[in-house]
């Protein structure tokens, strides 16, 4: 069965620090791999996408992963935050041999961002 | 350009009362429909998927039913609410074949 684990329940970073937020994956197949983000109390927002290719996918707001196959890893990451990052970010795998197209969220992982 | 509507925003419901939640969707035809909860704290839980009008996917036996009357319509309903049903309820769609989903702004539910 497919899943999802985010091992950072929470991270604090610097403004202005890199950032890597993990996520391995479970999956029989090659998998779509996907970064949300949300912030309080908003519904969740698409920060990046893997299907295929190659495997450096760039998203929105600077964001950035890595899709590892040999680690089952797919880690996002942003070369300097920003105080606006701060949110909540979920790591989720597709699975399309439903015709439904299900994906499966991580529990999530909180940023916080210190001045 | 598509947009996903969710309505209420915040509802606060006794024990026992009926829960209906709507989620339509504008600017796309045929998508796949996705209602999640997502408990304090936890990561999202699919409870329902459809792909297509009264085609409906239960993905967890519980006090929750669903339904797809019209192709951008969704709702999700109860008959009697329990305690346990308090949560943030979020609406998604995804263009056939594809993946990555746009959600709605969540339904924020209480039950007392």
């Known amino acids: 069965a497919q899943s999802v684990t985010q091992p950072d329940i929470h991270i604090t970073v610097s403004e202005g620090a890199s950032l890597e937020l993990r996520c391995n994956y479970s999956y029989g197949a090659t998998p779509y791999l996907f970064w949300y983000v949300q912030s309080p109390g908003q519904g969740l927002q698409l920060l990046l996408k893997y299907f295929s290719g190659d495997t450096l996918v760039q998203g929105i707001k600077g964001f950035e992963a890595e899709f590892k196959r040999s680690q089952s890893s797919f880690n996002l990451r942003k070369p300097s935050v920003h105080w606006s990052d701060a949110a909540e970010y979920f790591c989720?795998?597709?699975?399309?041999?439903?015709?439904?197209?299900?994906?499966?969220f991580g529990a999530g992982t909180r940023l916080f961002v210190k001045a | 350009s598509q947009t996903i509507h969710q309505w209420p925003a915040t509802l606060v419901q006794p024990v026992g009362s009926p829960l209906s939640l709507e989620c339509t969707v504008e600017g796309t035809s045929n998508p796949n429909l996705y209602w999640y909860r997502q408990a304090a704290g936890r990561g999202l839980q699919l409870l329902f998927y459809s792909v297509g009008i009264g085609q409906i996917s239960s993905e967890v036996p519980q006090n929750l039913s669903a339904s797809r009357p019209q192709d951008r319509q969704f709702i999700l309903s109860s008959k009697k609410l329990l305690l346990s049903d308090s949560g943030f309820y979020l609406c998604a769609w995804s263009v056939v074949g594809s993946g990555g989903y746009t959600f709605g702004s969540g339904t924020r539910l209480t039950v007392v």
């Open positions: 989720a795998v597709g699975d399309s041999s439903t015709g439904g197209f299900k994906t499966i």
